[in-house]
Structure formats: C-alpha cells, structure tokens
C-alpha cells in the first residue's frame, strides 16, 4: 500500500518557465512533508519540507503547497534551471509520534529541463 | 565535513553469502536510518534508529539486520541475500527528527546473484 504516491515518473520543462510536481498521500495522520533532491550516483538531498499547520513554504525559487483536504501537496520551482533536472521525491512523517525517525518516501519523479 | 559515508560503494555476491555494508555519519547526529531505492518504487524505509541500541523496523525489514552499538555507526547486514534484495541502498542520519530531514550518503549497489 504505496502512503504517499507520485503520479507522474517524468516531467519536461523549458529554461526559465515553471516546474511543478505533485504528491498524493493517504494517511490522513501525516503532519510533515519533506522533498528531496536526487542526481544520478550521489543520495537524495533535502531541499524543502512544511509543516500540515502551514498551507506554504517558500525558499527562494522553490515553493511547497500543502493542500490537507485533498492529501495533496506540490513543489514549484520558478524559474527552471537546466541545473535543477534530477528525480524529486516527496516524503512524509508523523511528527511527534513515537515513530519520529520514520520517513515515507513517493516513487519520484524525474524532472528535466531543457536550455 | 559533514557527511555519511557508506562502503563498500558497489558489491557483487552470491544468494546465502552473508554481507555487512557499513555507515558512519560524523555529525554527532541521534538518528540513523536505511533506506532501499528500487524502479518504480522509489526509496523505502528498511530500519532506522532513534538513538544508541534503538532500533525499529520500516516498511521493508524483511531479511535485513542492523544494530547500533555507538552513536555513529550504523551496519545494515544481510544474512543470507537472496536475488530480490538486489538494490541501491542508502544510509542516512538525522540531528532530532524528520523535521531537520535525513541526509542521505552516495548510496552502495548490491547485486546478488
């Protein structure tokens, strides 16, 4: 039973229009979401993350919208950047639980950029 | 600097042969965790660890062991791989929580044949 799902495997972008990739998840107990960052040969690397009390968080290009009702979050990136093509996974924890070193992960989806 | 270093970084052995791949992360930090990314299926949860001797399992323990006997070191050992736990793994550690994110190191590929 896949808790947080990533519909789309692959996405392609021009230079400087705007990326966005989405994230389904289904146990309504998730309180914290997190994206993650990954290029070929090395490990993911955190890149945002926001709390369920918050509907979003900004981090220069990068922008997370969490929608609660529909289970439903996205990352923008504003403008794409060929630098930024890399597979994006989202993930999410229950905070404040006694699993808190628990983390799940969607399949990913690969992000390309074209210059 | 800061970083979790995983070994070997690729690895090539036969079904039953038991195998240790090592973690060590340098950033004093409580938790600890692996992870196996597979096509399609993206990165699932093995074991993670909230402190020294606590261990708990994630969504896929199944076949794998780890311990943690001192704070920096995180061994994922596999006692008798099987083909289905052909996988790039990935170890990575955390200061408190999730809410700091995990930080992940270069992941080892394991083929068992």
């Known amino acids: 039973d896949q808790q947080v799902k990533q519909n789309s495997p692959s996405l392609s972008v021009q230079e400087g229009r705007i990326s966005i990739l989405n994230c389904d998840y289904t146990?309504?107990?998730?309180?914290?979401f997190l994206w993650y960052k990954k290029y070929p040969a090395e490990g993911p690397t955190f890149l945002i993350s926001?709390?369920?009390?918050?509907d979003k968080n900004e981090d220069g290009r990068f922008t997370v919208f969490l929608n609660k009702s529909a289970k439903h979050l996205s990352l923008h990136i504003v403008p794409s950047q060929p630098g930024d093509s890399a597979v994006y996974f989202c993930?999410?924890?229950?905070?404040?639980?006694?699993?808190?070193?628990?983390?799940?992960f969607g399949q990913g989806t690969t992000l390309q950029v074209k210059p | 600097e800061a970083q979790v270093t995983q070994n070997p970084r690729y690895l090539i052995t036969v079904t039953g042969k038991k195998l240790t791949v090592t973690c060590s992360q340098n950033?004093?930090?409580?938790?600890m965790s692996w992870y196996r990314q597979d096509p399609g299926l993206g990165l699932r949860q093995i074991y993670y660890?909230?402190?020294?001797?606590?261990?708990d399992k994630g969504d896929v323990p199944e076949g794998y062991k780890v311990s943690r006997k001192e704070k920096r070191n995180f061994p994922l050992i596999l006692e008798s791989p099987s083909p289905n736990q052909t996988s790039l793994y990935f170890c990575?550690?955390?200061?408190?929580?999730?809410?700091?994110?995990?930080?992940f190191g270069s992941g080892t590929r394991l083929t068992v044949v």
């Open positions: 990575a550690s955390s200061e408190t929580g999730i809410n700091y994110g995990y930080t």
């Open positions: 146990n309504s107990m998730f309180d914290y």
């Open positions: 926001i709390s369920s009390i918050k």
């Open positions: 993930a999410a924890s229950v905070l404040g639980s006694s699993n808190t070193g628990k983390l799940i």
């Open positions: 950033m004093n930090h409580e938790y």
């Open positions: 660890s909230m402190n020294v001797e606590v261990t």
